[in-house]
């Protein structure tokens, strides 16, 4: 019996038995997919496929179940990955068949959404409404963010997402949404989705909200009409659990707050998740700060839309270059995928290049999306049009600082501009809220306030639109230097360890005064400022940079004797004390005792 199984008859016997094991495998996991199985067997087909990863029956099957689970970025990878499988063993396509199932998946088809009747079991609850939109591309990171935000939905009723635009709140929200709704204890009952964001009347939130649960009224059969499209809400929930998803609220936050407060009044059983760039404002609100991409999970959405495009495999970008591109748009999701999408014309070290320009590198978005969406200028433009004429001009004068900044020096900066403090306090805290100033807490206690990138980039376009990029980077200077005035006296007390850290914070906004002083002509301010920086530099160990400005400023022929003077003194230290250069010190020293002479 040893022999029997080189026998030839028997070898294909074994085979014809094989193929019609699999196939009655495959029947059975048909019969399954048509009683509503498809989350049970969505683990049991992924081993199934690795297992015969040519059998296309199974990999429709696949794709099938989990896009009936919800997860259609993963039924589309599945097809990608049996495209590259049939490719390399076979090179041939998909057949017709796989074909014309990624495209009603792409299409989201109700056609493939099982038929519930068939898969109804005597005494099980009523089907869960599925009301989200499931996004096309896969979802990259912010693992901790899903659970947290779940946390407090278990616990909050409301909770909003807020953030600059184009940091991911809907996807994010959705995603939240989605693991919600797939619970396997029924999760928060009926979920779905609200897109406010083309509704530009704010009197017309609670018709929408009422028409994305197919409750929109009817003016000639419901005499309320839409004036009472909430209370409809109310009565169709009753007291069943449901979870909404108010999208894009920043626009007609006033209407959205009081449909979201009235709902949740009138509906004990009723959460919502909201995205905005402000929070609304009402009672019981927990706020969800949702932050760019950090480092690695952006590198790793920017090669994902990238490879998506079949231009480059992850390895064939440079991962400097990458992460360099990354960390200059601040991590935000959908500054990354414009710039990915330009790999298809541009090679990744001039993608990073062209980034000084990046509002018109950036454009060409998904045809589909907002037009908010397809281009990062039209992206800042949105919540910059939602500001009030204080705001933007505040927004646009607190562009100029380069790095980090505090609350007095931004009111010193206003104050110049002809603002008062007090008008700067509230409308710092109104753009913290609306999501285009960041605050961020120092180890001391101390708030520090940043633009991002992309911000500061943009307001600085509007200053000069506006004629006023030059005053608002003299007035920049002028902050920076009476800043240096007060902390050059304290570095020689016991007070200098505070003002080293104060003045490391602002390192960037420094450099940047001094080269904006010489560059206007204002020699006095330049060295003054490097006269007052001087010990500074030296005390932080940032030798070469303060003999660098030192020597710049000892260049400078036309200022007051006595601020030469006391550079020509610095260069005498910075030549001793750094260079050892005792024939230079001295040379310094005399023309210093010359010049105060004089």
């Known amino acids: 019996l040893a022999d029997v199984g080189d026998d030839g008859f028997f070898q294909l016997e074994a085979q014809r038995l094989e193929e019609l094991r699999w196939a009655a495998l495959e029947d059975r996991v048909e019969a399954d997919l048509a009683l509503g199985r498809h989350r049970e067997l969505a683990s049991e087909l992924t081993t199934l496929v690795e297992e015969q990863p040519l059998r296309e029956r199974l990999r429709g099957q696949l794709m099938l179940a989990l896009y009936r689970s919800g997860r259609q970025a993963d039924a589309l990878a599945t097809f990608r990955q049996a495209r590259a499988a049939f490719a390399e063993e076979l090179g041939i396509d998909p057949g017709p068949e796989l074909q014309a199932l990624e495209v009603a998946i792409l299409r989201q088809d109700a056609g493939l959404l099982p038929d519930r009747a068939a898969g109804t079991v005597p005494g099980a609850p009523p089907p869960r409404t599925r009301r989200l939109r499931r996004a096309l591309t896969t979802f990259v990171g912010r693992d901790d963010d899903v659970r947290g935000i779940r946390e407090r939905l278990a616990r909050d009723r409301l909770v909003t997402l807020t953030g600059p635009g184009g940091a991911g709140k809907t996807r994010l929200a959705i995603e939240v949404a989605a693991a919600e709704q797939d619970r396997p204890d029924g999760g928060p009952g009926e979920v779905w989705l609200v897109e406010l964001a083309p509704v530009a009347d704010e009197a017309a939130v609670p018709d929408a909200i009422a028409a994305a649960l197919d409750l929109a009224g009817d003016r000639t059969t419901d005499p309320r009409g839409a004036s009472d499209a909430l209370t409809r809400i109310a009565e169709h929930l009753g007291d069943r659990p449901a979870l909404v998803v108010l999208d894009n609220c920043e626009h007609v936050v006033w209407a959205a707050a009081a449909a979201v407060e009235r709902l949740l009044g009138n509906v004990p059983g009723l959460r919502a998740l909201v995205t905005s760039r402000e929070p609304l404002g009402v009672p019981g609100e927990v706020q969800w700060v949702v932050q760019p991409l950090a480092g690695a999970d952006a590198v790793r959405l920017f090669l994902d839309r990238a490879e998506a495009l079949r231009r480059h495999a992850p390895d064939e970008l440079d991962a400097a270059t990458v992460a360099e591109v990354c960390d200059r748009l601040d991590g935000l999701p959908l500054a990354l995928e414009l710039a990915a999408a330009r790999v298809k014309a541009l090679p990744i070290d001039q993608i990073a290049e062209r980034l000084r320009d990046r509002f018109r590198l950036l454009t060409g978005g998904n045809r589909t999306a907002l037009p908010r969406q397809q281009t990062l200028r039209a992206l800042v433009d949105w ?6 004429a204080d705001e933007r001009r505040t927004f646009r004068l607190l562009s100029v600082f380069a790095g980090r900044f505090e609350l007095d020096q931004a009111e010193e900066l206003c104050a110049l501009a002809g603002m008062g403090p007090d008008d700067v306090v509230d409308i710092v805290g109104r753009l913290v809220d609306k999501s285009l100033v960041q605050v961020e807490t120092t180890p001391d206690g101390h708030a520090r306030y940043r633009l991002l990138e992309t911000l500061k980039e943009y307001g600085r376009a509007r200053l000069a639109e506006e004629g006023e990029l030059d005053d608002a980077r003299a007035w920049h200077a002028t902050v920076l230097a009476g800043l240096v ?54 005390l932080r160990g940032l030798w070469r940079e303060g003999d660098a400005q030192v020597r710049r400023a000892a260049a400078v022929t036309d200022a007051d004797p006595a601020l030469r003077a006391a550079i020509l003194r610095w260069r005498v230290h910075y030549a001793h004390e750094v260079d050892i250069d005792l024939s230079r010190a001295l040379a310094c020293a005399q023309e210093a005792v010359a010049v105060a002479a004089a």
């Open 485 to 538: 005035a007060r902390a050059a006296p304290a570095l020689f007390t016991g007070e200098e360890v505070v003002w080293l850290d104060r003045l490391s914070a602002v390192h960037d906004d420094l450099m940047a005064a001094i080269d904006r002083a010489h560059a206007d002509g204002r020699a006095d301010l330049a060295l003054r400022m490097v006269d007052g920086l001087a010990w500074y530099w030296f």
């Open 383 to 388: 919540s910059y049009e939602l500001l009030f």
